[in-house]
């Protein structure tokens, strides 16, 4: 079965459901005009997770890097009103330019930035909790921390979402086995079969790993089989 999407179908997409207004454009183009790299995730997949936060029933959610807060301004637009954000960067230049952005969007009041390493401050959060969305998008080799971290933190129901899978197409390139790919390949198929998550693969971008937070753990192997690879929960 052939695969249609492509870069025509990712604008054709993104002009209909991700279009900027006129704070997100601003945003965009002011992250690499400050100074910081243009890293951000895509329209399309901002919208993603606008999207997820508001299926999910988001009320309290965190992002692991916030950069100039692109992403974090499409999170907090899909939180349930009087929903809060609680976004984690490690750069103090990052943090003040992502400030400014988020006044700029009136969302100084539901977006709260906290500046320093996630992993140090990751697990006096845990006290805030629990969360009902989690949004990875930090140094890669600290993503599996990241996902134990949110496996015990975001409440059953809730959306655990993580960034970069395809590393720019490194990750399905049988050659490419530098130390960051073969980690993302190790922590793709951690995700594939995680039994607390019901996972998949948001495939536009840079592809982001998705997965809903099962009620409860299905811990042998053989309880997969015996119910022919479908997830029963106990
Ligand atoms: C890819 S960027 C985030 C982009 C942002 N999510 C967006 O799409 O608008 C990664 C950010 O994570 C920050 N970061 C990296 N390691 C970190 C850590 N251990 N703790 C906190 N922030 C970290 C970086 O400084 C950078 O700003």
């Excluded at 916030?66 to 809060?84: E, F, H, M, Q």
């Excluded at 330019?97 to 996630?118: K, Q, T, W």
């Amino acid at each position: 079965m052939p695969t249609f999407y492509d870069e025509a179908h990712a604008c054709y997409f993104a002009k209909l459901f991700a279009p900027h207004d006129a704070v997100l454009q601003h945003i965009y183009d002011n992250i690499p005009r400050r100074g910081l790299p243009a890293i951000t995730i895509q329209p399309e997949e901002g919208r993603f997770l606008q999207f997820l936060a508001r299926a999910c029933g988001a009320r309290l959610a965190v992002e692991i890097g916030t950069l100039g807060g692109y992403s974090s301004v499409w999170i907090a637009r899909g939180l349930l009103p009087n929903g809060k954000l609680i976004t984690l960067e490690k750069e103090p230049h990052h943090a003040e330019v992502a400030r400014e952005h988020f006044a700029l969007a009136g969302l100084s009041d539901c977006i709260e930035l906290r500046l320093g390493n996630a992993h140090k401050l990751l697990p006096a959060l845990s006290a805030e909790g629990p969360f009902d969305f989690c949004f990875i998008d930090a140094e890669k080799s600290g993503y599996d921390a990241y996902l134990d971290w949110a496996l015990a933190n975001v409440r059953p129901g809730g959306v655990i979402a993580a960034h970069n899978a395809f590393r720019h197409g490194a990750v399905v390139d049988p050659k490419n086995e530098e130390p960051e790919t073969l980690a993302m390949r190790a922590f793709i198929r951690r995700w594939a079969g995680e039994p607390r998550l019901l996972g998949t693969l948001f495939p536009a971008g840079d592809g982001t790993l998705i997965g809903i937070v099962e009620e409860g753990e299905c811990t042998e192997k053989t309880h997969h089989e015996e119910h022919g690879g479908r997830r029963v929960l106990p």
